[in-house]
């Protein structure tokens, strides 16, 4: 996950926050070692979290659920013929380059992360991190219903999609290994697209 230059130093304690909750967990990741992370001084901590730490990992699932969404426009854009399995496929691939190219220390996604770590602890971040997957969710199922998915059957898929994804990045951290995320794609891949096409064939019977 990469954030663009020229932010502040609130939009960068809260992209430091993201990438530490992502390493190393919520409990474990302190308001000072945000701040040094964002290079950004101590005392601007409270004056743009005055809720603390659960406003600041509050914010830092927010993010990362919009990244998760804006993501997915961005493949769409590069794929010629869009398809449910390509889609998939280029989910996959960007979490399986990052841990080929710099491995696996920078972790996973944070959103899982603050959902493994708060979610019996504050529910202000459960519901943060259901609201990140909602969004998520939203548009990988807005993608699908513009590939031509019924829309009874767009966010189902996209559950799935996402639900396979993310338990694929726990096995391939606890492995060391791409093999979970590589299997994902190649098996649900073709389900996705002869589910997708059914269910198109389907509503045009009814029709």
Request: a negative charge; glycine letters at 12%; proline letters at 4%.
């Amino acid at each position: 996950m990469t954030t663009g230059t020229g932010h502040g130093p609130r939009e960068r304690m809260v992209f430091g926050a993201a990438q530490l909750i992502r390493r190393q967990g919520v409990t474990a990741t302190g308001m000072r070692e945000v701040a040094a992370e964002a290079k950004a001084p101590r005392g601007s901590l409270q004056h743009y979290f005055p809720g603390g730490k659960e406003q600041l990992v509050n914010e830092a699932v927010a993010w990362a659920g919009r990244y998760a969404g804006r993501r997915v426009a961005r493949f769409l854009a590069d794929m010629e013929t869009p398809t449910p399995s390509g889609l998939f496929a280029a989910m996959v691939a960007q979490w399986t380059e990052e841990y080929e190219t710099e491995g696996f220390a920078r972790g996973g996604c944070p959103v899982v992360a603050a959902t493994a770590d708060r979610a019996d602890a504050g529910d202000s971040t459960r519901r943060a991190a259901a609201d990140a997957f909602a969004e998520w969710t939203g548009a990988v199922a807005g993608a699908l219903a513009g590939m031509g998915v019924p829309a009874a059957r767009a966010e189902p898929l996209a559950t799935l999609m996402i639900s396979a994804l993310e338990g694929a990045i726990v096995i391939a951290r606890a492995e060391r290994d791409v093999r979970a995320l590589r299997t994902v794609a190649e098996e649900l891949g073709p389900l996705l697209d002869a589910g997708a096409a059914g269910q198109r064939e389907n509503g045009a019977e009814a029709d």
